[in-house]
């Protein structure tokens, strides 16, 4: 079965197998990344951008390559809890497509660092800031935010992957959902 992931990045193609391997014992999974835009900004700035942007990815990824049997679209994003708060959290969306279905959930949130905050604040991109923040170079395609903050007991490829497992549910219990609640449009 051919998954497309609607990225090139190595750290979202590791979530995606990992997610699929621990859910589908079955299978002989093959997974490929493919380069699409999210249609929204390079850093979405609030949970309803970032989740749309997981969604754009995963139909421009069924549009590109057609003869996949699951479309995977995953975005990182940053939202702030309440209205006028200067925390900032990092969370990602993440889409799968599948036979005219949909399954979507979102990852567990983390609070950034007033360092890194005012740098997002400022119009870098989440990773941009941790490379300067750390030191780092290309964190993005590496341990991420949450593997830098966390010093590794928790990488982006492991957050992520939680919330493909979530987004698979309509697609392991498949007779819990309606045609309506798995349906592809937004």
């Known amino acids: 079965m051919k998954?497309?992931?609607?990225?090139?990045n190595p750290v979202k193609i590791e979530a995606v197998?990992?997610?699929?391997?621990?859910?589908?014992?079955?299978?002989?999974w093959v997974f490929q990344g493919v380069s699409v835009e999210s249609g929204v900004s390079s850093q979405p700035l609030t949970d309803a951008q970032t989740r749309l942007g997981a969604l754009n990815r995963a139909k421009a990824a069924a549009q590109a390559m057609p003869g996949?049997?699951?479309c995977v679209g995953l975005e990182g994003g940053i939202d702030v809890l309440e209205a006028g708060s200067d925390l900032l959290f990092s969370?990602?969306?993440?889409?799968v497509l599948s036979a005219?279905?949909?399954?979507?959930?979102?990852?567990?949130?983390?609070?950034?660092?007033?360092?890194?905050?005012?740098?997002?604040?400022?119009?870098y991109e989440l990773g941009d800031a941790d490379d300067?923040?750390?030191?780092?170079s290309n964190s993005k395609q590496g341990p991420g935010s949450v593997g830098l903050l966390t010093h590794q007991a928790l990488t982006r490829s492991q957050l992520?992957?939680?919330a493909v497992q979530l987004a698979l549910i309509p697609f392991i219990s498949p007779e819990l959902f309606t045609e309506l609640e798995g349906d592809s449009t937004p």
């Open 132 to 136: 300067i923040v750390f030191g780092t």
């Open 3 to 8: 998954v497309v992931v609607a990225s090139t």
């Open 68 to 70: 996949a049997d699951f």
């Open 91 to 95: 969370f990602c969306w993440a889409v």
């Open 100 to 123: 005219g279905r949909m399954g979507q959930s979102r990852s567990a949130n983390f609070q950034l660092p007033g360092k890194i905050a005012e740098l997002v604040k400022t119009g």
């Open 17 to 28: 197998r990992l997610a699929f391997h621990s859910c589908f014992s079955h299978g002989n």
């Open 160 to 162: 992520y992957c939680q």
